[in-house]
């Protein structure tokens, strides 16, 4: 009999109802996906990965504040944590024994920052994320800026991307990604990030795996772009491989208890591709 995929609205610790769905899984493991800025999981991009992390695993996603048909508006990766945090919640109350999390840009720093201030994962993969806030330094990121800091360009992006947009700024700072990175040993930690991307040149990705303690992995991709639209099947497999040996290896005692882990073991589909960059400590 098929799985049925069924919506849910969430509310978050702060009051802010978050639309979500859920990909019927395997008990064992749950990858909670978290999108990019102003995307939605009703994308056909977004939509598309998570099938894809279903063959894989059960997937819960949802629609950060200000985005789709979640209430509230969008901090730019500041109280979104409070989203991604009752999207984990869920997972565990649907049952699943593990639980990873997969953010993309915007949704790369949350999962960070949510595993660094709030844990309860057993391992965190981060694609196309900054290493730093306030980063202007490519013409989209200052397009991104202008939508942002400008009453013009929140009202385009309401209007034309979906996305709401809160106009004061943050107080205080967040915890900056990097930073974040720092914190979230001993959970496994994937960096993803392309030698293409036009938002956060490779140097955010290196930033984020030179923070971070062991165990950790980076893979910079010759030729990939930015998130959702430059992530192709073949990367998301990759991805889902690399969880499901984090935390079989925690469930097999590796790792100990749920949140901790060792180095992983290299897999030889990842020698095979020729497309991993690896360090050692």
């Known amino acids: 009999m098929k799985a049925v995929v069924t919506t849910a609205t969430l509310v978050t610790e702060d009051g802010v109802p978050v639309d979500t769905v859920h990909l019927p899984g ?6 909670v996906m978290a999108h990019g800025f102003t995307q939605s999981w009703q994308r ?5 990965i998570a099938r894809r992390f279903n063959l894989q695993a059960g997937v819960v996603t949802f629609d950060f504040r200000g985005h789709g048909r979640s209430g509230g508006l969008s901090t730019l990766g500041d109280k979104e944590i409070n989203d991604l945090d009752v999207a984990v919640h869920y997972a565990r109350e649907l049952g699943y024994q593990r639980v990873a999390t997969v953010g993309f840009s915007m949704g790369g720093s949350v999962v960070l920052r949510h595993a660094a201030l709030r844990g309860g994962v057993d391992a965190v993969v981060s694609v196309s994320g900054p290493g730093r806030w306030f980063y202007r330094g490519t013409v989209p990121m200052r397009r991104v800026h202008f939508a942002v800091e400008s009453r013009i360009g929140r009202l385009f992006a ?21 930073d974040a990175a720092a914190r979230i040993s001993p959970i496994p930690l994937l960096i993803v990030h392309g030698d293409k991307d036009v938002y956060f ?14 165990p950790k992995k980076l893979w910079l991709i010759p030729g990939f ?18 969880v499901v040996r ?9 790792l100990g208890a749920p949140g901790q882990a060792v180095a992983e073991v290299q ?8 497309q991993e960059q690896t360090a050692t400590s």
């Open 201 to 214: 040149p490779p140097e955010h990705g290196r930033q984020l795996y030179a923070s971070a303690r062991e």
């Open 26 to 31: 395997p008990q064992d493991l749950a990858i």
């Open 225 to 242: 772009g930015h998130a959702e639209r430059a992530t192709d099947d073949k990367l998301v497999d990759r991805i889902s491989a690399w």
């Open 246 to 254: 984090s935390v079989q290896a925690g469930a097999a005692g590796v």
């Open 267 to 274: 897999a030889v589909a990842d020698l095979q591709a020729g």
């Open 158 to 178: 309401r209007h034309f991307l979906q996305t709401r947009i809160a106009s004061r700024g943050w107080d205080p700072e967040p915890l900056p990604p990097a």
């Open 44 to 48: 056909p991009m977004v939509w598309r």
